[in-house]
C-alpha cells in the first residue's frame, strides 16, 4: 500500500466517513450511512474514476 493520509469520522449511529489520499494522488472515499448502505469512490491520480459504487438512496456525492 503506498503512503498518505486518513480521514476517518463517524458517530454512534453508523454514519462513517473514510477518506484515503495517498502519497501517488490517488483517493479513495468510503460513506456509511445511517441506513447500513455503503458508497465507495476510486479515483486514480489523474483523476479517472476507477470505482463508483452507491446505494440508490444515497446517489449524489458531497463535492
Do not use: P, Q
Not at 453508523?14 to 479513495?28: A, I, P, T, V, W
Amino acid at each position: 500500500m503506498a503512503e498518505g493520509d486518513r480521514h476517518l469520522e463517524n458517530d454512534d449511529d453508523g454514519l462513517s466517513y473514510d477518506d484515503l489520499k495517498f502519497s501517488c494522488g490517488c483517493r479513495e472515499t468510503r460513506h456509511t450511512y445511517h441506513d447500513g448502505c455503503i458508497s465507495v469512490r476510486t479515483i486514480r491520480h489523474d483523476g479517472r474514476i476507477l470505482r463508483d459504487e452507491r446505494c440508490g438512496e444515497h446517489e449524489a456525492w458531497e463535492v
